[in-house]
């Protein structure tokens, strides 16, 4: 009796040891997979002709295709969803002021200094660099050191969690599952895994004092590409093209 309950003390034990393995062999399979997409994709691309998006989707898909017609006469160039804006025109001097007092605001809110300053200062001296109007290919590399977009990635989802907490009051009735803004902020904007929403793009314009309109392209039926400015009723200096799981930079 006791040797068949070891041997189902076993067992049991054995499948969940297989399910642990299994477990563990997706988990390496999707980490070898992003990192073959990190190894072959520019984080910023060069900018490219609309045409490119559409042939991305197939001919029969006309939701797409012809909403992509709308978005013309733009140009598409991919930018990672962090929403590295900032590298595409010229840096004003209010701009360059407010992302400087950025790090005191975040350190008043109880952010630690010597957490965040590298970030900033990978920040700071990359708005020098734009500021200084270098060539593409200088500004491009700058934008695909993966250290350099990490830090600067890193230092803007802080940004938005500042200023998500500092209007706790308002931002809280858009957030579900009973959570706090703080929790949101922990679990959805400071992770580097997360993607942003409206609520991320809502506090980060706001944050940095910069209009941004998306245009979202979806699966809604008839022709028309959605768009919504951030903060509303301000006039656009960035425009962004949204679609599941990425946002384009657009330029007229």
């Known amino acids: ?4 309950q070891q041997q189902e003390i076993t067992q049991g034990e054995m499948e969940g040891v297989n399910c642990l393995a299994y477990d563990e062999a997706i988990m390496a399979q999707q980490d070898r997979i992003q990192q073959e997409i990190a190894t072959s994709i520019p984080l910023v691309s060069d900018r ?24 013309k006469p733009q140009e598409s ?3 990672q969803c962090s ?6 025109e010229q840096i ?6 407010v992302a400087a007092k950025s790090k005191l605001d975040l350190v008043n809110q109880g952010f630690t200094e010597f957490t965040i300053e590298d970030f900033h200062n990978t920040f700071m001296d990359l708005l020098e660099l ?14 695909r050191d993966q250290s350099v977009s990490d830090y600067i990635v890193v230092y803007l989802r802080l940004l938005t969690s500042g200023y998500l ?6 931002f809280q009735h858009f957030i579900e599952g009973g959570r706090s803004v703080k929790e949101f902020c922990q679990q959805e904007v400071e992770p580097m895994s997360k993607e942003s929403d409206h609520i991320h793009i809502i506090a980060l314009a706001q944050a940095l004092n910069v209009s941004i309109l998306v245009e979202y ?9 959605n768009h919504h400015v951030f903060p509303e009723g301000s006039e656009p200096r960035v425009f962004l093209l949204y679609r599941p799981g990425h946002y384009d930079i657009l330029y007229k």
């Open 48 to 71: 490219q002709e609309l045409s490119v998006l559409q042939r991305e989707y197939a001919v029969e898909d006309t939701i797409y295709q012809l909403k992509i017609k709308v978005s």
């Open 130 to 143: 734009c500021e200084k109007q270098p060539g593409l290919r200088e500004l491009l590399g700058s934008f």
């Open 83 to 88: 929403l590295n804006f900032f590298g595409t």
């Open 217 to 225: 392209m979806d699966r809604g039926e008839g022709g028309s590409v």
């Open 165 to 170: 907490q500092r209007e706790h009051g308002f």
């Open 1 to 4: 009796m006791a040797d068949e």
């Open 92 to 97: 004003s001097s209010l701009f360059k002021a």
């Open 77 to 79: 160039c991919p930018l």
